[in-house]
């Protein structure tokens, strides 16, 4: 994954900060495979649920749903909800 770039926007007289993150494919190549291995680890002692780009748990945070305190469930309902279930992994 790559680092996240900030930005300072200018539109008129006002600024506005922007954060960007690239999701490479390869990533998403790597969530696919780990989404056909039923979201267990390679070394098959630990299911994953989700990887979520540090980007989208801030969009979670700025709507009110905590990644690190949130239920498992509601961070699946999220993702469903906002067409993110790509970064699901089970």
Partial sequence: MKDIKHNIVQDGDQLF???QQEIPDSFLRELDAQKQMGGWTQSKDMMKLA?????????????????????????????KQHDMERFLTH
């Fill in 17 to 19: 900060a922007t954060r």
């Fill in 51 to 79: 990887s979520i780009p540090v980007v989208i748990c801030d969009q979670m945070l700025r709507e009110g749903l905590d990644v690190y305190k949130a239920p498992a469930k509601d961070i699946v309902r999220w993702l």
